[in-house]
């Protein structure tokens, strides 16, 4: 068995069926693994950002859901704008980073690139219908790095975001803890 620690990052603005279903495929293909959801900070650019707040409690109910082995950590909460994933990761060494396969076509982008990736694990879920290989083939850092990352290409490919969720506002993209919390708060009402 693989022991690891795992940080899964993001808005969660707010937290999906398919942040709920990647976490709960992780801590069954890892029964050794420690996952820790990451928030990201109210400084993230991101439409309709709720608080820092609302985002940990419905992470919160998430983790409830999931059992003991998933947590929350606060690492991000007082982070000025202009820190990154590399920052963070860097105090979390030996930690595996979870990404979309839309998030790795556009890692060249991220803050402290080509470090961020020479310097971290990834785990790496299908999205959207990407060739991730192809991902690699096309970019001379990842592909030189290749072994940085885990791709887990037996998950399903979920049609399901936190924007498509505030577009649609359809409660079956969220878990019915999270959509009774949204609707408790008065949450993405514009």
Known sequence: MIELKILFGGSFNPPTLA????ARYLLQKYPQAELYFLPANNFYEKDNLKD????RQMVDLVCKKLGIRAKINDFELNLGKYYGTWYTL????????VI????????DTWIKYPDVVC???FIVFPRNNIDIEAVFRKNKVLDEY???FLVLEDFPNFDISSSIYR???DKL??????????????LYKE
């Open 119 to 121: 310097d971290n694990k």
């Open 90 to 97: 860097k105090h979390f060494p030996e930690a595996y980073f």
């Open 146 to 148: 290749r072994d940085n």
């Open 19 to 22: 942040h709920y279903e990647i």
């Open 167 to 169: 577009k649609t506002k």
């Open 52 to 55: 820092y707040h609302y985002r």
């Open 173 to 186: 993209y969220l878990l019915p803890e999270v959509a009774e919390f949204i609707e408790k708060n008065d």
């Open 100 to 107: 979309g396969a839309d998030n790795l076509q556009t890692l």
